[in-house]
């Protein structure tokens, strides 16, 4: 460093300190704000005016911020409020599973459908051989009563037993006829 530059250093820090010092000056002369009144202490919901620019003579300052708080208030947390006591469990019954009233047992056979474009038809018959002739959505007459035909595919009828469904297979019987009987091959080799 040259000696001009020292020189403009040392010219600078003069003034700096020099500011400094009519700054403390200024601060040091300037009037103190008059403490609360012991009505504003003493009372939470009275507090001191905030002063403006227009309250404080020759001041630039916009407002001034209020740090005030009440004394009255602890400088604690007021400890957590004792735990509501437990209530004991009240004996809540469990419910009662009724049995459902037991499926009677269909001891009915399909004997056949009958589908056409216009309607379907299911062959029922009982164990007794009584038979019964019936289209979807009708109750069928046979024991035990209150069955409806829910639904008629080629092979099978669903039914409808008191509300739960049931299901009768088409029974395949295989009986051969005489032209079947001349497509079976037998075991035994034929004598030449």
Request: glycine content about 4%.
């Amino acid at each position: 460093m040259n000696v001009k530059q020292q020189q403009r250093c040392l010219v600078a820090a003069t003034v700096a300190c020099f500011a400094g010092a009519v700054w403390a000056a200024v601060w040091a002369v300037a009037p103190l704000e008059a403490p609360p009144t012991l009505a504003a202490i003493t009372r939470p919901d009275v507090r001191p005016p905030i002063q403006t620019a227009d309250d404080v003579d020759g001041a630039t300052s916009v407002g001034a911020i209020d740090f005030s708080f009440s004394i009255q208030k602890p400088l604690y947390d007021p400890p957590p409020p004792p735990p509501k006591p437990q209530q004991p469990a009240r004996f809540v019954p469990k419910p009662v599973s009724r049995p459902s009233a037991p499926k009677p047992k269909l001891n009915w056979t399909l004997v056949g459908t009958i589908i056409d474009p216009t309607q379907r038809l299911a062959i029922l018959s009982d164990e007794s051989g009584k038979t019964d002739i019936r289209r979807v959505g009708e109750t069928i007459e046979l024991a035990p009563p209150g069955v409806q035909v829910k639904s008629i595919a080629s092979e099978k009828v669903i039914l409808d037993v008191n509300g739960a469904t049931s299901t009768l297979h088409l029974k395949k019987t295989l009986t051969a006829s005489s032209d079947d009987r001349s497509n079976v091959r037998g075991n035994r080799r034929r004598n030449r």
